[in-house]
């Protein structure tokens, strides 16, 4: 019974549990790393093409993802996503031109559009580039846009970071996107568009127009200070020793 008491006194017992605690948290840190930091509930990703024909003959389509959140490859999109990022490449285009008479105009818009939901607080971290083309004299370009929500709803007051660019006459513009911030828990939603249509100045027998996106999005786990670690398992032997003198 002497000898049990000496041994906690002695401090030997509660550095051994407190080395048991540091492992603990040690491997419960690595688990954190390696867990998933974000699930996906919503996808509305898709790419629209329409072609109007001053004589008739319209047609439109809309393209989806094979499943909801898988990676797809597409003419006018390439994107993915997992629990630790997501990355994105589209393109959109516009053309008019004026035969025999008949004006055609085609456009493609291309939108990669997601919810997801952070379990834990997390860094994300957005880079990239919106670039827009306009071959033509006309008032009104392409344009590329991105925009971060918190929540669901596309809401002006829910808006945390929006970048666009549009190109004017004979121009090509780039934005790049370069933001970084801490997510507390919760949902957010990023809607990113290449949109092809333009305005035209009636007049204009032909014009092409084309805009594109290319960014990736990397999140990250908040890390945990050390002292929390080390108060955690500085507690978890406090609770040991506690015990053991109670056997004792």
Not at 135 to 161: C, Q
Not at 226 to 242: D, K, N, Q, T
Request: with cysteine; charged share 15%; proline share 4%.
């Amino acid at each position: 019974m002497r000898n049990r008491k000496c041994l906690v006194a002695g401090g030997t017992g509660s550095k051994l549990f407190a080395c048991i605690g540091i492992c603990m948290a040690s491997l419960l840190a690595v688990d954190h790393a390696l867990a998933s930091l974000v699930s996906y509930t919503e996808d509305r990703r898709q790419v629209i093409r329409a072609v109007t024909s001053g004589g008739g003959g319209n047609s439109f389509s809309v393209d989806f993802p094979p499943a909801p959140f898988a990676d797809w490859v597409n003419a006018d999109q390439i994107s993915s996503m997992n629990g630790f990022g997501f990355s994105a490449e589209g393109s959109g285009d516009g053309s008019e031109a004026t035969l025999l008479g008949n004006t055609f105009q085609s456009a493609t818009i291309s939108i990669f559009d997601i919810t997801f939901f952070t379990p834990t607080p997390v860094n994300l971290n957005i880079s990239g580039i919106l670039t827009a083309t306009n071959s033509d004299s006309e008032t009104g370009g392409p344009d590329a846009r991105f925009s971060l929500f918190s929540g669901d709803n596309e809401l002006i007051e829910n808006l945390l970071y929006e970048e666009s660019v549009n190109a004017g006459t004979n121009l090509t513009e780039n934005t790049m996107l370069d933001f970084s911030s801490f997510l507390p828990t919760g949902d957010y939603r990023i809607v990113l568009s290449a949109n092809g249509g333009g305005r035209r100045i009636p007049g204009v027998s032909s014009a092409s127009v084309s805009t594109s996106y290319s960014i990736s999005g990397s999140l990250s786990a908040v890390p945990v200070p050390a002292a929390v670690w080390l108060f955690g398992s500085a507690l978890i032997g406090f609770v040991a020793v506690s015990r053991r003198r109670k056997v004792a």
